[in-house]
């Protein structure tokens, strides 16, 4: 087996701001695995607030080269590496593999009847004024997520509303209030229709969630990187996010995602910015969601080739196996 490595930047459209942090590209790591005369790609965007970036995933998998180079099975993978984005990027080149070699689609292989899905658009924090704007020019997609802070997130959102009354609304604070910040604005938030809260509070700092009814419902992002923390911190959550680059891969999303729907937990498919490349696996697990957010191309300057169709109503068009699966 054969493995290339690359380090690829994709510059936004506009900058995109979140609670503390401001996206300006999106800097990624592209795995391409080769074997038999078959290839398989996959991408890594990485976990920011982990200290992910495109360098650190470049040498995590410059490192097992030599292992990989002997062979690669799922189980291997999860062995070799640690949850991230690196995992992620091989995991999914190793999936798209198996697919072009055993001449199953990733639905056939998974056992998943593909339906097309509705995704949100992002709007990132700016003036109320510039978000309501935002929103406004996201007008085909009917559901949008609101990133807030602590900075005046009530009226933000009233300038959403006041622009948007058709919109369903996901506000996500990325970890920026405390619990009576989260317990001011709750009421409030309910009034303007709001239909899910996600991560509220600072990760490993949610406690007080614990046996907490919220008249929105609460999603649980950064808190549940892992199968593992999903075990630990579910109950504290009504939805779960799950995000590929956080977990690994698509191996230990399904993994997620079946145990959540076994379980009756919602569930959230989100992404860390990136291509269609890395909308395509997640795309999988979009069919077990609630809530799917899968915008991360149609915030950059240019997607790349055999790309996923972004339609009226937000609808997104089935992965083709010239892109990945």
């Not at 055993?102 to 995704?119: A, F, H, L, N, Y």
Request: proline content about 6%.
């Amino acid at each position: 087996m054969k493995i290339t490595i690359e380090k690829r930047a994709f510059p936004l459209a506009q900058p995109f701001i979140i609670t503390g942090y401001q996206f300006d590209d999106v800097d990624t790591v592209w795995v391409t695995l080769e074997d038999g005369g078959f290839t398989g790609r996959g991408e890594g965007v990485g976990i920011y607030y982990a200290g992910e970036n495109s360098d650190t995933m470049y040498a995590q998998l410059e490192a097992i080269v030599p292992e990989i180079e002997k062979g690669l099975t799922f189980d291997k993978v999860q062995a070799l590496l640690p949850h991230g984005g690196a995992r992620n990027a091989l995991d999914c080149a190793l999936w798209d593999l198996q697919s072009k070699k055993s001449g199953k689609s990733i639905w056939q292989m998974t056992g998943i009847t593909p339906r097309e899905v509705t995704t949100v658009a992002t709007v990132g924090i700016a003036s109320p004024e510039k978000m309501a704007a935002d929103a406004l020019a996201f007008a085909q997609y009917p559901n949008l997520k609101i990133k807030l802070s602590g900075d005046d997130p009530i009226r933000r959102i009233t300038a959403i509303r006041q622009a948007r009354p058709d919109a369903k609304l996901v506000i996500d604070v990325n970890q920026g209030w405390n619990f009576a910040e989260l317990q001011d604005y709750i009421p409030e938030m309910a009034k303007l229709g709001v239909a899910m809260i996600e991560q509220p509070l600072p990760r490993g700092m949610d406690e007080e969630l614990v046996g907490f009814t919220s008249p929105v419902p609460l999603g649980g992002d950064e808190s549940c990187l892992t199968l593992e923390e999903y075990d630990q911190f579910a109950d504290r959550y009504d939805i779960i996010n799950i995000k590929l680059d956080k977990c690994g891969g698509l191996t230990e999303a399904l993994a997620i995602a079946r145990k959540a729907q076994a379980e009756k937990k919602g569930l959230m498919v989100g992404n860390m910015t990136g291509t269609s490349l890395s909308m395509a696996p997640a795309y999988v697990i979009a069919q077990f969601c609630d809530f799917v957010d899968i915008d991360g191309p149609i915030l950059l300057s240019q997607d790349i080739d055999n790309a996923l169709t972004y339609k009226e109503g937000g609808i997104v068009s089935i992965p083709t196996p010239d892109l990945w699966g």
